[in-house]
């Protein structure tokens, strides 16, 4: 089971150097024939996108997918918000130190946990992904950054003595708990499974329970003073805003290459490129199909692979002859992801899945099933259950979600100013160069190999 920012408050999204947009949902479960390559404390702040576009992202479309993936990371540029919570236990007195934030010490012991969590989640959602060198050390990079804003923000919520109470603290305990009741899946899940969850969780984390809530509590202090602070002075976004910020993005949405010219700066261009992609995504075409999949192993041979064709073939007459497919994806399919779900891919688009698998099921009447496909990962049979056709960007549809979107970006100027205000005042001295000693200690994650 993943706990991917499980163990922590949901922080209503915010984070210094985060970018207010949604992940990326082009990740797939291992064995499912996409081609394109998401836990304790106050939580991982995820992005306050608006709720349509972040279920868009995490679904493939408002409401159209069955559960896909959970944890589905976030762009490697605000990869470190996915470790916004700072580790707060007590460190050996000889600990090597990276930095430290008027006088409190950050230790390298903290940093390369912080980093190693951000491996294991992107090997966890990107399996065998390519990450580049540089990407990797401004991840890492980041990491620091984040640490040394959340210490300046938590020093300060201690200098005006922010009170929380006793209940505050057991309400956010209990929200850190609901998060074990479901699996993946959303099906509930035994109080005494959950609970034994949730102590490995904390035995992970080298925290007792009475560390963990001095943690909860420290980290609602920095949520009540960025309450007070920026979010309090943070108006709604104004309709012309929303408007002209709609229409730059609906060209872009046209005509990919336009970014450059209607942005006001490189920023807003990066942003409009990947908001017209999720955009362009959630109005294509789109399908809705079932598979199962035999795999053909590395280096098989034409007998073992004319075995697996011949066995596929078995499946689709059982499936013809009256068979429920879904039974026979459970049953059968080694796609093991899709297989808990009777063999549902959800929605997709075009570009979304291995050529041959694509060409299939787009040209497949509904109701009817494919004759085998060959993929890289075996062979496939296919039925599609839906389909959507295009619709176009209308203003109407999306206006509440952009307003909400704009209003937030508004937020993040605002946080990310009052952070640099703290630590100008701050006292922060880096001793060490962690981003070069973690190059050391993880010499091969650049491939996120599944492991």
């Known amino acids: 089971m993943k706990h991917c920012g499980r163990i922590s408050i949901e922080r209503k999204g915010f984070s210094a150097g985060e970018s207010p947009l949604p992940p990326d949902p082009r990740t797939s479960p291992v064995g499912s024939p996409r081609v394109l390559a998401g836990p304790l404390g106050a939580a991982p702040p995820a992005p306050q996108v608006p709720r349509a576009l972040r279920t868009a992202f995490a679904t493939g479309f408002k409401g159209d997918s069955p559960a896909l993936n959970p944890c ?36 390298l012991s903290d940093y390369e946990s912080n980093v190693g969590n951000v491996l294991e989640e992107l090997k966890k959602t990107n399996p065998g992904a390519e990450l580049s060198p540089t990407r990797l050390r401004d991840a890492r990079s980041n990491v620091l950054q984040q640490m040394i804003d959340d210490l300046v923000l938590l020093q300060e919520a201690k200098r005006r003595s922010l009170k929380i109470y006793d209940k505050d603290v057991e309400s956010g305990i209990a929200e850190v708990k609901n998060r074990f009741k479901k699996d993946d899946l959303g099906r509930p899940v035994p109080e005494a499974e959950s609970e034994r969850l949730f102590m490995a969780e904390l035995k992970r984390q080298r925290l007792s329970y009475g560390d963990f809530q001095e943690r909860i509590k420290k980290q609602l202090m920095v949520i009540k003073l960025v309450d007070a602070e920026v979010r309090a002075r943070v108006g709604p976004a104004k309709d012309d805003e929303v408007k002209e910020f709609f229409n730059k993005l609906k060209k872009v949405v046209a005509k990919p290459a336009s970014a450059a010219q209607v942005a006001v700066n490189k920023e807003e261009e990066e942003e ?19 598979h199962v999949l035999l795999k053909i192993p590395a280096g098989a041979t034409m007998v073992e692979k004319s075995k697996t064709l011949s066995r596929i073939k078995e499946i689709k007459k059982e499936a013809e002859a009256g068979a429920d497919f879904a039974e026979l994806a459970e049953g059968h399919s080694q796609d093991t992801e899709s297989a808990k779900r009777g063999g549902d891919l959800g929605y997709f688009i075009r570009g979304w899945m291995v050529p041959a698998f694509e060409a299939a099921a787009f040209s497949l009447p509904l109701g009817k099933i494919s004759e085998p496909v060959e993929t890289e990962f075996g062979y496939h049979i296919i039925v599609v259950e839906e389909k959507k056709a295009a619709t176009p960007l209308r203003f109407n549809e999306v206006e509440e979600d952009l307003m909400q979107y704009v209003q937030q970006r508004g937020f993040q100027k605002k946080l990310k100013e009052f952070v640099s205000k703290l630590r100008e005042k701050a006292t922060i001295k880096i001793l060490k160069d962690p981003v070069a000693d973690s190059a050391e200690k993880f010499p091969g994650d650049n491939k996120l190999n599944n492991q």
């Open 72 to 107: 589905i990371f976030l762009f490697l540029s605000t990869i470190y918000y996915l470790l916004s919570t700072i580790p707060l236990y007590a460190a050996e007195v000889l600990e090597k130190t990276v930095a430290s934030v008027n006088g409190e010490t950050i230790y």
């Open 272 to 290: 409009l490129t990947k908001l017209a992609q999720l955009f362009r995504d959630r109005t294509a075409e789109r399908i809705r199909a079932r």
